[in-house]
């Protein structure tokens, strides 16, 4: 992807165009490969079909030669000339034998003889033919087995294929030699008669269907002049293949007539099987070169109009001196390229005009420049040493010590403290240390107001080891105070608690109240740590609770209802959200007259991140 994309547009386009007919001659292939496995599987499904009709027929047939066999075979009077020793009661028989098959004969047409061969030699033909003909083809014990096929004259001279289908007879007479064999019974039938006059012409042109006998000899095609003729099937897994036959790639397809011992088989030469779809495959190949053509003539309108006037613009960028404001370009093509053209000598005129504004403003800006760090230096110089308000402090105390002011000491001690830790030591602290914060400025607050609010912290020792960013509760608990209590003239309490949610620290803590926000997503490795300030005092009505939380969400740009700008609460939930994700920070809920509760989520984690215990 990344060669492709360091490609000069030209060369994309001729990429583009390459891929798109590959894609066609892939289209093409792939319709033409499903089509041949379409027209092969409807040719399987045709030839079983046609196979089903063939297969269907001679076993009719050979069901019908199989019952003249069987009613020969235990007719009385056959049965009599068979066991008879008496060669006078034979000839007087023979009458009665003759009328018997003459009768038979026209059950089924194309029956040439029926022959009677007796165990001792003896032997009755209805025209004449001897047994001998078709030699000793009969296993022991058979029945209505078929012999190879062979050449035999028809009543009419003419020259045709039979079969002999023969079949044991056993005595059926009790009281003379009792389910012996005495002989057989050889039915002389024409090959064609076991298709029931099948047309094997209709078959498609060029197809050639052949049925053999047991010696692979073919007694029945579509081509007559294959009739007689050996036929050998080539070597193939399963019934159906593609073999070359004399040479020529051919589509066989082979199927048993148990019946007779044979096997039908249909011959497609590979030429006659596709021509269809390589028909349809030309006419494919010519279309698609038809469309390329065609597409051939937008495709270089592209080149001429969009692609031509963007390597001339390339071309130009290229080998131009960038210091050069003079020179102009000018693009022909399409309507687009001759905007770009126009745009960029517009480009080229402003940009000339903007730097002579920049090089006279220069010298106005380093003076700027020079002004501002000037008043910067003015102003660190009059910042107040920390160490000098630090000793001012002490010196207070002191002087309230000595003079027995145990408020101002107080104060300056609390004060003292609170300034120390905010400006020094690391930015995330134990949870006990932002307390003892918390406590000092609630001492402040509670000399202030003469004991008005009391203070209240219920933080277990076990939580207090819990490291959080350092200052995120004394911001919250002065909100408190001068937002909350301070407003009320009754006495009001404070209340700090903390408690863990998830994790393996315990149970979960008090969620907000129904006026909170929803509980926030997600919990820490070990935990989330649920700090919550809850006061008493005149709390908010809706309004004023949906501007403070719309405050939280935009960062504190938002103004409070009463125009003032404090960053206090927005302060601490953003500094939370950016240590630790959106699903930790501020919730703040609360109702008029029923006071204020501010809820804030810290993960804790293990140690080496940035919460732990």
Not at 545 to 564: F, I, K, N, T
């Amino acid at each position: 992807m990344n060669v492709l994309r360091k490609l000069p547009i030209r060369g994309q386009m001729y990429m583009i165009a390459l891929l798109t007919m590959a894609v066609f001659v892939a289209i093409l292939l792939f319709n033409y490969n499903r089509s041949a496995s379409f027209i092969a599987k409807n040719n399987e499904v045709y030839t079983n079909d046609i196979f089903g009709q063939m297969e269907q027929t001679i076993l009719s047939n050979y069901d019908v030669v199989k019952w003249l066999t069987y009613n020969i075979a235990y007719n009385k009077s056959i049965q009599d000339y068979l066991l008879d020793e008496d060669m006078l009661s034979k000839v007087q028989r023979y009458p009665t034998i003759k009328n018997l098959f003459l009768n038979l004969s026209t059950v089924k047409p194309g029956i040439s003889d029926f022959v009677v061969v007796g165990k001792n030699g003896d032997w009755f033909s209805l025209q004449g033919s001897s047994a001998s003909e078709f030699g000793d083809f009969m296993p022991k014990k058979a029945d209505s087995y078929f012999s190879k096929v062979q050449e035999c004259k028809s009543p009419v001279g003419a020259s045709s294929y039979c079969f002999a289908v023969g079949t044991n007879i056993f005595s059926s007479d009790l009281k003379r030699q009792y389910t012996n064999v005495i002989g057989r019974i050889i039915l002389i039938i024409d090959a064609s008669t076991l298709t029931g006059g099948y047309d094997l012409k209709s078959l498609q042109p060029g197809t050639g269907l052949y049925l053999l006998d047991r010696t692979g000899r073919i007694f029945m095609s579509n081509d007559r002049g294959m009739i007689g003729k050996p036929f050998e099937v080539p070597p193939m897994t399963g019934n159906s293949g593609v073999v070359r036959l004399n040479g020529e790639l051919t589509h066989i397809q082979v199927d048993e007539l148990p019946q007779i011992g044979g096997r039908i088989v249909r011959v497609i030469p590979d030429d006659v099987f596709f021509r269809d779809i390589r028909k349809l495959q030309r006419q494919s190949l010519l279309a698609l070169a038809a469309g390329i053509l065609l597409l051939a003539v937008p495709f270089l309108l592209i080149l001429n109009n969009m692609i031509f006037p963007m390597r001339k613009l390339y071309q130009y960028l290229r080998i131009s001196d960038s210091g050069d404001l003079n020179k102009r370009i000018n693009l022909r093509g399409s309507a687009e390229a001759a905007v770009i053209g126009n745009r960029y000598n517009q480009m080229l005129s402003s940009v000339q005009h903007l730097t002579r504004q920049l090089v006279e403003s220069n010298e106005r800006l380093y003076r700027t420049e020079i002004e501002k760090k000037q008043a910067e230096f003015d102003f660190l110089k009059s910042q107040v040493n920390p160490h000098f308000l630090y000793n001012t402090l002490d010196a207070i105390r002191g002087i309230a010590a000595e003079r027995e002011v145990p408020e101002i000491r107080d104060m300056t001690r609390s004060l003292s403290r609170i300034f120390r830790y905010s400006i020094k030591g690391h930015d995330i602290v134990p949870l006990g240390e932002e307390l003892r914060i918390v406590e000092a400025f609630m001492n402040i607050q509670t000399i202030r107001f003469s004991h008005r609010f009391r203070f209240d912290c219920a933080v277990p020792d076990a939580l207090r080891a819990i490291r959080v960013p350092k200052m995120i509760l004394q911001p919250i608990v002065e909100n408190a105070v001068y937002h909350g209590l301070e407003p009320q003239y009754e006495p009001g309490a404070l209340t700090l608690t903390a408690s863990v949610e998830g994790g393996a620290s315990g149970a979960s803590g008090d969620a907000a109240d129904a006026g909170s926000e929803a509980g926030f997503r997600g919990s820490g490795e070990g935990g989330v740590l649920v700090l919550t300030v809850r006061d008493d005092g005149v709390g908010m009505d809706e309004a004023r609770l949906a501007a403070v939380r719309e405050r939280l969400a935009d960062g504190g740009r938002a103004a409070e209802p009463d125009g003032s700008h404090g960053i206090g609460l927005s302060n601490v939930h953003h500094r939370l959200q950016f240590l630790y994700g959106s699903d930790y920070g501020l919730a703040i809920g609360g109702r008029p007259r029923a006071g204020t509760e501010v809820t804030l989520r810290i993960p804790i984690r293990k140690e080496g991140g940035d919460s732990h215990v």
